[in-house]
């Protein structure tokens, strides 16, 4: 089942929301009591009234409604009353004001010796890195010197070596050189020492055969002598038997 709801019923409920909302925003605004002034804080908005607490100036509250030259508040601790609309203000007093200028300006002026003295610390570990680049640069650079120095030295040291090898390299092709042809006179040398060795046993076989020859033939004389001798014996003897 439906409920039917009139037009200007509901226009007027719309109407009473937005104006408790307008009233509850604009009541939820932040005030301070103005001038050098304490402010008794009320129970009820009246000139008659019960003392719940005093606010002196620069206190801040919430106001929470408004009843004529009153205004119903709430402080910063929670308590709740009413205070005259004409001792407040939405603006904080010059006291207010000043005392956080000050605070800002102190604020500010220590920020800025903190500032001072990190620029100072960062100056002094800025000239000592670049003191310390300074160092490193000269060292650098006498390392470098000093590299390129021993460069040379090793350079020359390098080229002694390469020419001391060369020399040696051909030396030792030189060497090859003469064992190879020290081997060749050596196997010559054992060839015609063979060869010698040749020679004179074939001399010594020949004098061998010759004296063995002249013995033979001095044997063969001597029997041909003794011989002709018989026979000379056998032919005188012969003829003197006739």
Same mark, same amino acid.
């Not at 019960?50 to 308590?79: A, C, M, N, P, R």
């Given at each position: ?16 929301? =937005?104006?408790?909302? +307008?009233? !509850? ?5 932040? $005030?301070?009591?103005?001038? +050098? ?13 019960? !003392?719940?607490? *005093?606010?002196?100036?620069? *206190?801040?509250?919430? +106001? ?30 010059? *006291?207010?004001? /000043?005392?956080? =200028?000050? $605070? ?37 650079? =006498? ?8 460069? /040379? ?6 080229? !002694? ?20 042809? $020290? ?12 060869? +010698? ?23 063969? /004389?001597? /029997? ?5 001798? $018989?026979? !000379? ?5 012969? *003829?003197?038997?006739?």
């Amino acid at each position: 089942m439906k409920i039917f709801i009139p037009n200007r019923f509901f226009y007027a409920i719309t109407t009473c929301i =937005l104006l408790l909302l +307008v009233a !509850s925003i604009s009541y939820a605004e932040k $005030r301070y009591i103005v001038d +050098v002034l304490v402010v008794t804080l009320r129970d009820t908005p009246t000139d008659s009234y019960h !003392s719940i607490k *005093s606010l002196k100036t620069g *206190s801040s509250f919430t +106001v929470l409604d408004e009843q004529g030259k009153y205004i119903k508040v709430e402080t910063t601790d929670g308590t709740i009353g009413w205070l005259p609309k004409q001792y407040t203000s939405a603006t904080p007093p010059k *006291s207010i004001l /000043v005392d956080e =200028l000050t $605070r800002k300006i102190n604020s500010i002026t220590n920020e800025k010796e903190k500032l001072k003295h990190k620029t100072e610390q960062l100056s002094e570990q800025l000239a000592q890195k670049e003191q310390r680049i300074n160092e490193a640069e000269n060292k650098y650079a =006498l390392i470098k010197k000093t590299e390129n120095k021993d460069l /040379v030295n090793l350079q020359k040291q390098l080229d !002694s070596v390469t020419k001391q090898y060369e020399n040696l390299a051909k030396e030792s092709k030189n060497i090859i050189q003469t064992t190879k042809e $020290r081997d060749a006179l050596q196997n010559a040398y054992a060839t015609l020492n063979q060869k +010698v060795n040749n020679l004179e046993q074939e001399n010594t076989s020949l004098a061998t055969n010759q004296a063995l020859y002249w013995f033979l033939a001095g044997g063969g /004389v001597f /029997v041909l002598g003794w011989i002709i001798g $018989r026979f !000379s014996c056998k032919r005188q003897k012969s *003829s003197l038997t006739l």
